[in-house]
């Protein structure tokens, strides 16, 4: 759960310093290449697009 949270936490950084979702995906496809570890951004991802955060 921990490990979840700081996700989240550089995750919103990312999208604060890229501006939209499909920036801080790319950003983050770029410098991981786990697939295990990319699909847990998925879920923040969606909660972030719920609460209005821009895709493009």
Do not use: F, H, S
Request: with cysteine; net charge positive; charged share 20%.
């Amino acid at each position: 759960m921990a490990g979840t949270r700081k996700i989240a936490a550089i995750l919103v950084a990312d999208v604060v310093v890229c501006g939209r979702l499909a920036g801080a995906r790319a950003l983050w496809t770029a410098i991981a290449n786990d697939p295990a570890y990319l699909a847990q951004l998925e879920p923040v991802l969606e909660g972030m697009r719920k609460a209005g955060v821009p895709e493009q």
